[in-house]
């Protein structure tokens, strides 16, 4: 029987168990995948401490990336095959052994990349590409912000804002991660805790500031952020605290700036389709030439998700931390 990481109650990491499941069946449109990884993203810590809402139809189980191999093929499925080694964005279900995904949702993964770094490609490619190229519009020769420089998002966010030509300012924590956000190929990092980021970022713009943001923090960062923007500059809010903050519309008028929230996990089948299209046509030629790669920090086995969760929840990693499912994926699942 397969299984899947479950909790009966929202709670701390400890909650979590591996729980034997029902095996999937595909439905229209849906492949099922054998998950020999899966990501471990900011959003599983919330849904496990009840503070994010399924959407309705998605699956229970945590894990919204996973990569593998797929074991069976609905119908009305064209251009995949039972054996294909594939990636995909999960709506739900990614903490299993095996996943139901719809095809449009899936990606293969190039040759030259392994299973592992494939795992943790789909949810930050989607995302960073959703918001800064397809919201934002990010063009070669322009500059973007992007706050926290050592998070999944924030390593992928800067490796493919510079392969597509920007030029990026990072904030972070730190020394150590100041370091890893130039490492990545930053232009400049800024400790946000011992600098003003406003202040830096319009001195490197000689005051011009940055066509792009791409935010993590969210209410407490608005004003401020808003600050950093050029003429027709965009912010683009992709988590942090939700919390009311006062929007200076005169600000945003002058200056012809515009600000969009969003969150990829609830979008209609058919956004998340495109999404996925645009990114296996767009990035997923830099992943496989190695321009853009996701950063991992820690490699756990799945059945261990809990110790996973404590590793995102200390903030000390840098990167992704990946859930190995890959000795349980061979012995349930030979090709």
């Known amino acids: 029987m397969p299984g899947a990481i479950l909790f009966d109650k929202p709670g701390p990491a400890s909650v979590l ?25 900011n959003a599983d810590l919330l849904q496990r401490k009840g ?39 999960l709506d739900g279900g990614g903490y299993a052994d095996e996943v139901a995904v719809p095809a449009s949702q899936v990606m293969p993964i190039p040759d030259t990349r392994s299973i592992l770094e494939a795992a943790v490609f789909p949810e930050a490619a989607c995302t960073v590409y959703s918001n800064l190229a397809m919201i934002a519009g990010v063009r070669p020769g322009q500059t973007v912000l992007i706050h926290g420089a050592t998070g999944g998002i924030g390593t ?23 370091a ?4 990545l ?34 209410a407490s960062y608005l ?27 005169s600000r945003l008028m002058d200056s012809r700036a515009s600000v969009s929230a969003t969150r990829l996990r609830p979008r ?4 998340k389709a495109e999404i996925v299209a645009r990114v296996r046509k767009d990035v997923l030629p830099y992943f496989a030439a190695g321009h853009v790669r996701p950063v991992i920090d820690t490699i756990v086995p799945l059945r261990e998700a809990a110790r996973a969760h404590a590793r995102m929840e200390s903030g000390a990693h840098i990167g992704k931390v990946v859930l190995d499912n890959r000795d349980t ?7």
Do not use: M
């Open 156 to 178: 992928f966010a800067i490796q493919w804002a510079k392969a597509v030509g920007a030029r990026v300012i990072t904030t972070a924590d730190g020394d150590a991660k100041v």
């Open 329 to 335: 994926t061979k012995r349930n699942h030979s090709r």
């Open 268 to 271: 209609p089948l058919e956004q």
């Open 17 to 41: 168990e591996w729980t034997q499941v029902d095996p999937l069946k595909p439905g229209r449109d849906e492949v099922v995948i054998a998950v020999a990884a899966a990501g471990v993203n």
């Open 51 to 89: 503070a994010y809402p399924v959407p309705a139809g998605s699956s229970p189980i945590l894990g919204l990336e996973c990569a593998g191999h797929i074991t069976s093929i609905g119908n009305g499925v064209t251009g995949w095959s039972v054996g294909d080694r594939v990636c995909a964005l």
């Open 180 to 183: 890893t956000g130039r490492k």
């Open 223 to 249: 004003d401020r952020n808003l600050r950093c923007l050029a003429d027709d500059g965009h912010l683009v809010i992709i988590g942090g605290s939700l919390s009311a903050a006062a929007l200076d519309l």
């Open 185 to 218: 190929g930053a232009d400049a990092a800024i400790d946000y805790r011992t600098q003003d980021f406003v202040g830096v970022t319009l001195d490197i713009t000689k005051g011009r500031g940055v066509d792009a943001i791409l935010d993590v923090v969210g």
